[in-house]
Each structure stands twice: as structure tokens, then as C-alpha cells.
């Protein structure tokens, strides 16, 4: 387990907390533990189990959800797929000929 991975919950637990604006003693109270638990869970003297940090950060009002990394990236190719198929289904308009006024009237303007 690397560091990041021992910090992983102590800062889900914090963010979750924070943005409900609960203190700790709050927030342990709605898990039903006991606020020195959740203190050493956000300091990471503690680790939580994933049952456990899910419950805290329901009780937060918060969802835990595992992601995959590459979601994004789909998302956004599938997104970009969709765009391009709109764009080639619009009309086109033939632009026509491209003019360019004689050097004597770009000159004459300036």
C-alpha cells in the first residue's frame, strides 16, 4: 500500500465532511461511531474499511463510487463522435469561387 493509497480515505473523509459543513463530532454522530474514530480516520492513524468509508461519506449526504480511469477519456470520444456525426448531417452550401479585389482597390482603401 503506497502513501497515497493510506491518505486515499482521509481525504474523502475530509472533502465529504467539509462540503456537507459538518465538524467531526457531527458527522460521527450520523455514522453512529465514535468522533475519536472518525478523528483517526481523517488524520490517517487509522484506516477505514470500504464498507466503513462508505457509510461515513453517506452520512455525509455524499455517494462513493469507483470510476475507471479511462471513463473520462470514453465520454469524451463518445461526446466528440457525436458532434462530428451532427456536423456532417447539416447542409453544406457551395461558397463558391474564392474572389480577391484588385491590389488598386485594397491599396485605394488604406
Known sequence: MTQDDERFAAEVLRAARRRADMSQ????????????????YETGARQPSAKML???????????????????????KAVLEQVVGMASALPRRDPGPLTIPPFRQLASRG
Open 54 to 76: 462508505a457509510r461515513l461519506v453517506r452520512a455525509a449526504g455524499a455517494r462513493l463510487a469507483v470510476v475507471e480511469r479511462d471513463s473520462d477519456r470514453q465520454r469524451q
Open 25 to 40: 463530532r457531527a458527522l460521527a454522530s450520523a455514522a453512529g461511531v465514535a468522533p475519536s474514530v472518525l478523528s483517526a
